[in-house]
């Protein structure tokens, strides 16, 4: 993919910068909270000018035409309004800036639509060979079609989500995948679905996962907290997920932002900043690793099972790997476990361990996770949200602590 982000790091982005929020010392604020990348930002050259003073990136919207989604009524018409001349008009009066990393070709698209994304796609690597195409996806809770074939208006334009995603990869040549998801809006049950779904397109294909999170909220009354920031990054990460994109920044959609409508701080800056500088902590560690599957440990409450969605999903109450054995939480409480293996392929493995038994942040614990070394000549190490961490040890049994919503990573030499 051409592309000006370093993709062998962790990268967090944010929907919307508008006006009000671009003085310098915003543009500082913006990268001392964490953030690389702003989504959907203007092609303001002033603006571009002090993200690339302060080290962040661009996604621009509006250099080639726009297309949404929506309801599903316009669905499977993309290539009769956004036609191939429209982009090469729109290359022609393209100026390019360092600042820009990646040019917006559209957002939540029906399936029907698909294919013709794939020329779009390949179009605007050609026209715009310094910046990479950026598509972000439906999650699962958009509609699904429960009419005839002939009658195409819908949101997915297929008749599972997971043949939406099926869909995305035979036809868009991407080498990632971004959806948005956000459980605090719709109190949605399919959290862990669609990152199953997601994670399993992705890994059959080779690309890597980028999911849109939510820092505001839908009713003005209620205020995301740090914990439930916590849940929806690591529980993406136990997944594999490489790129978080925080919604929203500044005014896009709904309520509590992170700067108001005047681009001062709301509470939301100092949270927001905290968990970008815990992602990125893990993250030298992380990125070391893929994901090659994700286990469900524990969960004997069933408190993380009302965002499951799938009757399908199995759970453990022990796991035990070709590296480690018998891992497991004491009092069955849930744990999300990324199982992972060395992208320098020196056959070190790593375990992504997120305590997810808490994710409305009501009802706070500790536990201690347990397990052993399947060969106990083999070196382990734990990392958490504020560095190395302890890991005790008992005989041939190693435990590690975490309280709700902490992650922490477990790698073996």
């Not at 049950?189 to 999911?211: F, H, M, Q």
Request: with cysteine; charged share 25%.
């Amino acid at each position: 993919m051409n592309t000006r982000m370093d993709r062998s790091r962790f990268n967090i982005g944010t929907y919307h910068l508008k006006p009000y929020a671009r003085t310098e010392q915003h543009v500082k604020d913006l990268a001392d909270c964490g953030i690389d990348f702003v989504c959907c930002a203007e092609y303001d050259k002033a603006t571009l000018d002090l993200f690339e003073k302060h080290g962040v990136g661009a996604i621009v919207v509006g250099v080639v035409p726009g297309w949404w989604g929506g309801n599903g009524e316009n669905t499977g018409t993309m290539h009769k309004v956004n036609p191939p001349e429209k982009y090469l008009k729109a290359a022609e009066k393209f100026v390019d800036h360092p600042a820009i990393w990646g040019i917006d070709i559209g957002d939540e698209p029906s399936a029907l639509d698909f294919p013709y994304y794939g020329e779009v796609f390949g179009l605007t690597n050609t026209l715009f060979p310094k910046q990479f195409p950026y598509l972000n996806l439906y999650p699962n809770y958009a509609s699904v079609s429960q009419n005839t074939e002939d009658e195409t208006t819908c949101q997915l334009g297929t008749k599972t989500y997971d043949e939406h995603i099926l869909r995305y990869c035979e036809n868009v040549p991407a080498d990632y995948l971004s959806y948005d998801f956000y459980v605090y809006c719709c109190y949605v049950r399919k959290a862990y679905e669609n990152l199953i779904s997601v994670a399993d397109a992705c890994r059959k294909t080779g690309r890597s996962i980028w999911i849109v999170l939510q820092v505001n909220s839908h009713v003005p009354e209620k205020w995301i907290s740090e914990n439930m920031l916590r849940f929806q990054a690591y529980s993406a990460m136990a997944f594999g997920v490489e790129v978080i994109t925080w919604a929203c920044y500044t005014a896009g959609w709904w309520h509590n932002q992170v700067l108001d409508d005047k681009g001062e701080k709301t509470e939301q800056y100092e949270k927001l900043k905290k968990i970008n500088t815990e992602i990125k902590t893990l993250a030298p560690i992380y990125m070391e690793y893929r994901t090659t599957d994700t286990h469900f440990v524990g969960f004997g409450g069933t408190p993380g099972k009302e965002i499951e969605g799938s009757q399908t999903i199995k759970h453990i109450e022990t796991l035990s790997t070709g590296f480690v054995r018998d891992l497991k939480p004491d009092d069955n409480l849930g744990l999300l476990v990324g199982e992972m293996v060395s992208r320098a392929n020196d056959g070190s493995r790593a375990l992504f361990i997120f305590a997810a038994d808490d994710y409305k942040d009501v009802d706070h614990k500790k536990r201690t996770v347990s397990f052993k070394l399947t060969n106990a000549n083999d070196s382990v190490s734990c990392f958490g949200l504020r560095g190395k961490k302890e890991l005790l040890r008992d005989g041939d049994t190693f435990r590690i602590e975490l309280e709700s919503n902490e992650a922490a990573i477990i790698t073996i030499r």
